[in-house]
């Protein structure tokens, strides 16, 4: 069993540049061919940052539709441009954002499934309750920043992990490793551990030059000094946040540059934005990271300008209808990759966002904040090909509004930390760690979704 | 061996770049610090001690500089303050942003020269203390060229840094008429249900973030900035959805100024030099009556008055003064203040003195003067939580300064200017900026907002960043030829790095206590000062390199060390 600090001080000695040959990972019983590689999950949330409009993702394409189309007015995707989905779910049949046509086949290969009005809850409740005021609710409603922080931790402000870094810190000893919990930008929450840094994953570049020192070379004089300053203790509190910082930047650094060096760039297509640019540096890097023994992983990719209060259709580069069709690009591609590299099994996405948008449009063609949203999940071991959870009315004011001033903010039908639980058991977490990691989960009697298969 | 010393130490002081004040021989500097030897300086009769003006400067400059610390020590605190109070604000000039006006300029050709200008003010402006606001505000106050054009980012600065020391009431009122703002915010779309406009509904964009992230928080506050709580430990919300809902219909009815007759059709279609102006159009604006955090705006008021009373609603609010209070200390002086501090700062927001709030030369002067921001200037008071992570913008131009750099050097490979990459001013993603104020640090959960900017990328850029301008060359990376091209960028940027080379070829020691004094405050940790010596004999010995390679990788080298890297 290789704690992380274990494994780290192993990598600090004086050997660190073995690190990067085969020897040094065989060592640390993480090889190349090692016997245990194989068994190998990852978890990657793709976090649409400012709140994705669910509404004008999945919309319903039976008599639902006119419902959909009154309420939401100029913003309202006309029915001959949606695509298609096969079958019918949730009492309907549906259609995607045309933007997301290249998720239509994966929807239709059983692995691609929806997951309907999902949000953070501190109990079940009712949109009637909430209009009461008479169960209680996730403090801050329609704050971006809280809302991210509920969604992606719990519903205490003053702690500030994730249930993506909880749950990675409660796996088994035999599930650890190394980059357990990654961000692939400067947010973190989902994957911030209690007592764990996550580490962070530069999408774009991760090169062994650093310019003064290289990666491969940690025996230098001037690697030796950086590591010297970084390892040292200090007297005061902000000069020690410094220099870890610093060591745990070139303590992950240096096992994602040894993953990169022996990575085959994918051959499919992820699009030209820099979502597709991450996505693509994070499909090159996960075969490698089965192959060298690695066994579970989360990783939080963030991405967008999804807070779309106005100009939410169109051309232009930040409307909805642009951006999305950079989303399905980077998660077709990454998911075509996944296969290629036979990693089809072992990997599941999940989309989520900040939270949903009012059904009703605001001045200047866009929507406001507004509560529970429409997500997808997508790979091998996800039951596909279907919305799960229940499809909410678009009447405003109606059943699922719990706006009393009646835009249509939905109450949530499905917990976030149900959908996370589900996906943190996938992992292997023990289902006696589950109120650890999502404390308000002992609030509801059902405490996962059938979202994935075995 | 002295006499090259000397010369060397000549050298530099002519050079005019930094005097030879301060404690240029390393020792560990105390309060009485100036009293080093061989100084010309040594009998002035300072009122503070190089590391304690060295010190201040960290917290209200961009930097130290030797002109900025002999000012400082001459004059004292107090008195620097007031004068740099009366400083005519150093601004931007839009005219530099070559052609930004035309229709499709390429984004880069506006972006360049607007970085350009507001690294020369970091660099060079008289007003120092009021640039260091300005950057603090506009960190939480958020226009970002991510979706507007830099050229408007760049008229928002100036109008920010005009407003950055007055009235914090009328800096309300200035960013919610701001064009910049109401376009980044939406506001300026703002428009209540009609018959004109059947699916409309007030956009709740601007309204929201103005409680949420410029004035009040979500979260009620006490005097002391701490949190009020319910009897079950959940905070007390500061406002409602309804209150959000309300306060959008008050601020409907804005429009952008209108342009002149015949004005060419350019990207400066939002008039961003302007104010927006009520629009006449009576079906943009919600003249009904509302009701926001419990005051009543009554019907048939004009955009104006309704805006006024909503400046009167905020000011009044508990929340903004230890909101603001926060926010100005852990911009310029610490990440964790206590909340005794918090109350102090508050209470100068409350009141300056004259029965005046929102004094925000006051509330800075509160701020930087608090004996808890100079507790560490003898470093025997400095406690052990004082102090923040260097934000990357801050260690990025403080080197430059430390440098004597007039302008930004340009980078060869990219022909920009060189900024911080990973905390690109006023290029932020969201309006929820670079970092919170509440941010902690992972898995040691100490309160560090900057700290969620030292990723890998950063650190990595640190270590690349200057040596690359040295030898970087897209046919002879690391050749004489690109050494000399990087050494005139330099030149060109005013930067005093011949100076440093000079120091370096009388000894390696000498160049050493060239860093000492500019970015060490005169206390360079002895274990630092070791490194350097070792590293420098390494190198010299096993890489052969030229002496501006070495002398480039001595100085990246010091800045990584945590004596840097935090500012204590």
Known sequence: ?454 | VARLLIRAALLVCGAALFGCGGDSNNRSATANSSSSSGQVAASKNYKVSYHAAARFAEQASFGPTATLIEELRTKGFAQWIDEQFAVPPSKVDPDKFAQWQLQQPNWFDVWNPWMAELHRLWLTAPDQLRQRVTWSLSQYIVVSSQRLDPGAVGIWFNQLHDMALGNYGDLIYGISTNAAMGFYLDNVQNRPKSAECPHCAPNENYARELMQLFTLGVVKLNADGSTVRQANGRPVETYTQRDVDELARVLTGWTYAPKPPGAPVDRNWGNWERPMVPSTWAPERDSGAKTVLGRAFPAGQSQQKDLQDVVALLMGHPNIAPFVALRVIQHLVKSNPSPAYIARVGAVFRDNGSGVAGDMKAVVKAVLLDPEARAGDDPATLAKGDGKVREPVLHLVGMLRGLGCQRAPVEPWSSRPMVAGYQNPFNPNSVFSFYAPTDLSPGRNVLAPEQKLLTASEFRQRLWHLQYLLIYDWQNVGSAQAREAGLQRLRDAGCGFDAMVAAYRASPRALIDLLGPRYFRGAMPASLRVELEKLSTAWKNTYGWADEEIVVKLLTMALMHPAYGAVL
């Not at chain 1, 230098?220 to 950086?226: D, L, P, V």
């Not at chain 1, 009703?360 to 904040?369: A, D, F, I, N």
């Open chain 1, 1 to 454: 069993v290789i704690r992380r600090r274990d494994f780290l001080r192993a990598g600090a000695g004086a050997t660190a540049a073995s690190l990067l040959g085969g020897a040094g990972l065989a060592a640390l019983g993480l090889a190349p061919g090692a016997a245990r590689a194989g068994d190998y999950r990852a978890l990657v949330v793709l976090f649409l940052t400012g709140g994705n409009d669910g509404h004008n993702s999945l919309v319903p394409t039976d008599a639902a539709y006119n419902d959909y189309q009154a309420a939401r007015a100029n913003l309202a995707l006309p029915k001959a441009s949606l695509i298609s989905l096969s079958g019918s779910a949730a009492g309907h049949t549906f259609g995607l954002h045309p933007a997301l046509a290249p998720l239509a086949p994966l929807y239709g290969q059983g692995r691609l499934a929806w997951i309907a009005n999902a949000g953070p809850l501190v109990r079940p409740a009712t949109a009637e309750q909430v209009r009461n005021s008479a169960v209680d609710v996730p403090a801050f409603l329609g704050s971006h920043s809280d809302q991210v922080a509920i969604q992606q931790g719990w519903t205490v402000q003053d702690d500030q992990s994730g249930w993506g870094g909880r749950g990675i810190e409660r796996l088994p000893d035999s599930l650890r490793n190394p980059l357990g919990a990654v961000t692939m930008s400067n947010n973190r929450t989902l994957v911030q551990g209690r007592s764990s840094a996550p580490a962070f994953l530069d999408g774009f570049t991760i090169p062994a030059d650093w310019g003064m020192l290289r990666l491969d070379n940690m025996a230098s004089a001037e690697s030796q000094a950086i590591q010297r300053f970084s390892r040292k203790q200090y007297g005061q509190t902000y000069a020690n946040e410094y220099a870890r910082s610093l060591q745990s930047s070139l303590d992950d650094s240096l096992l994602f540059t040894q993953a990169a060096q022996r990575a085959k760039q994918p051959t499919a297509d992820f699009g030209s934005s820099d979502l597709g640019t991450r996505m693509r540096m994070l499909a090159s890097l996960l075969p490698v990271l089965k192959a060298d023994g690695y066994r579970r992983q989360v990783f939080l990719v963030e991405w967008g300008a999804f807070d779309t209060h106005a100009n939410q259709r169109g051309s232009a580069s930040e409307t909805q209808d642009a951006q999305l069709v950079h989303v399905a690009q980077a998660v077709a591609g990454f998911d075509e990759a996944m296969r290629a590299a036979g990693l089809g099994d072992d990997v599941a996405m999940l989309m989520m966002s900040d939270f949903g948008r009012t059904v009703r449009p605001g001045s200047g063609g866009g929507s406001e904040h507004a509560w529970g949203n429409h997500w997808f999940a997508l790979g091998g071991t996800v039951q596909g090909g279907t919305v799960h959870g229940t499809f909410p009315s678009y009447a405003l004011g109606g059943p699922d509004d719990g706006d009393p001033a009646s835009n249509g903010r939905h109450v949530p039908t499905i917990a976030t930390d149900q959908v996370g639980a589900t996906l943190m058991q996938w992992l292997g977490l023990p289902a006696s760690e589950l109120h650890a990691v999502f404390p308000d989960l002992a609030n509801f009697g059902q405490k996962t979704i059938p979202l994935m298969r075995g």
